[in-house]
């Protein structure tokens, strides 16, 4: 257990509605980074927030958002769904920024668009 | 672009061997090289990780190699175990404004490890 909660663990949507997806990170840990893993594209990077700022953007559309709240938690929302959104997203934490420690990855949410 | 790429895609082993990946990248700024491994319903679990500071990291049957010139490394897993057997993904950290944040993936290696 790597000590990063991710809520929930799966979630069955239809085409154009909105969901949230949580995340817990580890205790103390003040990064929280956002992946989307799919069959053809792999491990995705999607955003960065360290202590409740946006720190880094990765390929994530502008349909999808995310914050971090004061006590670290984050959300990542995902708005007008298609089915090619329909994937594994992964919550990862690390203590400070990847420059001096490491990220631990959740359990993941698994996401289905029907 | 900054690219990953990983190889070989699939392995197979008999229990006691050894296993060798092979990671290549593309952005010489890169300077972090964790290691992941996925059982299937799982996440990502870090399993060892190097940094461009040092060639080589032992942790007991698992090592990581590290050849900043020619800008690969590897994973190699000694006296493989049923356990071992999982998808295993290499990452580069991106450089750059908000890239250094930022892990690229390869594609991924499934290890079978044969009883």
């Known amino acids: 257990d790597s000590g990063v909660t991710q809520t929930p663990k799966h979630l069955i949507t239809a085409t154009g509605q909105r969901v949230t997806l949580r995340c817990s990170p580890r205790s103390g840990d003040l990064s929280v980074y956002w992946y989307q893993q799919s069959l053809d594209q792999g491990l995705q990077f999607l955003i960065h927030y360290y202590n409740g700022e946006e720190r880094a953007k990765g390929n994530i559309l502008e349909r999808f958002s995310a914050q971090q709240f004061p006590d670290l938690h984050s959300e990542l929302n995902l708005s007008s769904l298609e089915l090619g959104d329909s994937a594994l997203y992964f919550c990862a934490s690390s203590v400070l920024d990847l420059f001096n420690t490491e990220a631990f990855f959740g359990q993941g949410t698994r996401l289905t668009v029907v | 672009g900054e690219n990953v790429e990983q190889h070989p895609s699939t392995l197979s082993v008999q229990e006691g061997d050894s296993a060798v990946i092979k990671c290549t990248y593309s952005d010489s700024a890169s300077n972090y090289f964790p290691w992941y491994k996925q059982e299937l319903g799982k996440g990502p679990q870090l399993i060892i990780d190097i940094r461009s500071n040092v060639g080589e990291k032992k942790d007991q049957r698992i090592a990581v190699t590290l050849n900043k010139t020619a800008k690969h490394f590897s994973l190699h897993i000694t006296e493989t175990q049923p356990e071992d057997s999982a998808v295993y993904f290499c990452?580069?950290?991106?450089?750059?404004?908000?890239?250094?944040?930022?892990?690229?993936f390869g594609a991924g290696t499934r290890l079978a490890v044969h009883p």
């Open positions: 990452a580069a950290r991106g450089s750059g404004e908000g890239g250094y944040n930022k892990l690229i």
